[in-house]
């Protein structure tokens, strides 16, 4: 029998639920957030591109019993990600830059460690290997992947 291992980041896309949706939400409806000073670095994946990659180790004999890491291959702080989510809602965002040890110890005295980690740590992936062995590239870019999130999202929001 052969496997295959793929490690997504945070997905996105299509019906996302969770953080992602919250954070959404709180730009859609205007809110300031105190996320507008994070410098850390993060990598997503789009859905579109976890189904093309899936496919490909389908597909590809090289796939064969392998560790795969995925991403949209771009990499942006939570700022960054909150800023390009708010062009792709065509809404403003309201960020006061709050530095990210201040919002880590307010975290912790209110009991969300656990969040303040999610929104004020970096984890990135190298997916070299991924690209490399599989000859294989993300077919839809990270603003190409908000743009869709965003469009299903308002169409939600509107229903």
């Known amino acids: ?89 065509s809404k403003p965002a309201r960020l006061i830059p709050v530095p990210a040890s201040i919002l880590e110890r307010a975290a912790k005295l209110l009991g969300r460690s656990a969040m303040a980690q999610r929104l004020c740590a970096s984890l990135r992936v190298d997916m070299t290997k991924t690209c490399t062995t599989l000859n294989w590239r993300p077919p839809v870019s990270l603003s190409q992947g908000l743009k869709q999130t965003a469009d299903e999202f308002l169409r939600t929001q509107r229903s």
């Open 1 to 89: 029998m052969e496997i295959v291992i793929i490690r997504p980041v945070l997905v996105y896309g299509l019906g996302v639920k969770g953080n992602f949706n919250i954070m959404m939400n709180w730009l859609y409806k205007g809110i300031p957030l105190p996320l507008g000073a994070i410098h850390n670095q993060r990598s997503l994946v789009a859905l579109d591109n976890l189904l093309d990659l899936i496919v490909t180790c389908v597909q590809h004999p090289a796939a064969a019993n392998q560790v795969f890491l995925v991403s949209d291959g771009e990499d942006l702080s939570t700022t960054q990600l909150l800023q390009q989510m708010a062009v792709a809602l």
